[in-house]
């Protein structure tokens, strides 16, 4: 079992995105384990795009993920980190293929509607900048009793 941080960025929130995004993931077979609507501050967006520091759209980065609310989720399934990137696809809206999140909704890089942790380690890592150990749940799928 393997955990991810994806975020639904604040263009998704502003295009009513958000259930769309969140049923293509439950479809795929990962379980929620967290999820909230929040306003991320300087200081988390800083922590969250560390590796990104110098480039030269970091300055955008921050003003975009602050610029609104966002969607934060946990998610948690075998192989998470990877089966979330292949449904978002890739970072250019054009190159995404069609089928994932980013080819069917994004035309450009900047406003590419979701982020997803690139591996086990950031994903542990982001997680962490977002949520409390307390906002987290553990539940079994039991589908045979609940129909
Ligand atoms: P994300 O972290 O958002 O899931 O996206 P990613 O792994 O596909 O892309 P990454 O390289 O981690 O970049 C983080 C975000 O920075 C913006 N970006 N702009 N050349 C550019 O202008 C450029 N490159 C990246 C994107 O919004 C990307 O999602
Ligand atoms: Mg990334």
């Known amino acids: 079992m393997e955990r991810t941080y994806l975020m639904v960025k604040p263009d998704g929130v502003q295009r009513g995105l958000i259930g769309e995004i969140v049923a293509r993931l439950e479809r795929k077979g990962l379980q929620l384990i967290g999820a909230k609507l929040m306003q991320?501050?300087?200081?988390?967006?800083?922590?969250?795009?560390?590796?990104?520091?110098?480039?030269?759209?970091?300055?955008?980065?921050?003003?975009?993920?602050?610029?609104?609310?966002?969607?934060?989720?946990?998610?948690?399934?075998?192989?998470?980190?990877?089966?979330?990137?292949?449904?978002?696809g890739k970072t250019n809206g054009l190159e995404a293929a069609p089928g994932t999140i980013r080819g069917d909704f994004a035309i450009h890089t900047n406003y590419n509607l979701i982020h997803g942790s690139d591996s086990h380690e950031n994903a542990e890592r982001e997680i962490g900048i977002f949520f409390q150990d307390s906002e987290l749940v553990s539940y079994e799928k039991n589908i045979q009793l609940w129909i």
């Open 40 to 88: 991320v501050s300087t200081e988390q967006a800083k922590k969250h795009y560390a590796e990104h520091e110098g480039k030269v759209f970091y300055d955008k980065l921050l003003t975009f993920i602050t610029s609104g609310p966002v969607f934060a989720m946990v998610w948690q399934g075998d192989e998470a980190v990877a089966a979330a990137r292949q449904l978002i």
